[in-house]
């Protein structure tokens, strides 16, 4: 998989991170934060991370191999 595709996977991936940790500070900034939706939001922000980390990876393995072969 090349470098450009790979960052490209990575774009979307990330927004969804970013827009779901801004919804927990949020939710979080209410006078009264539902617990619930508190606890979905982590769940869903974990398993983004867990993605998004996996992407991550693929990068540096690619960017090191480019390195490697210099």
Known sequence: MNMDRLTKMRKP??????KTYNAIIAECDKEIPDEEQVGLLQRKLER????????????FVH?????VNI
């Open 48 to 59: 983004v991370a867990a993605e998004l980390a996996e992407v991550d990876n693929k990068v």
């Open 63 to 67: 960017a090191g191999d480019k390195f």
């Open 13 to 18: 991936i990330r927004t969804v991170y970013s």
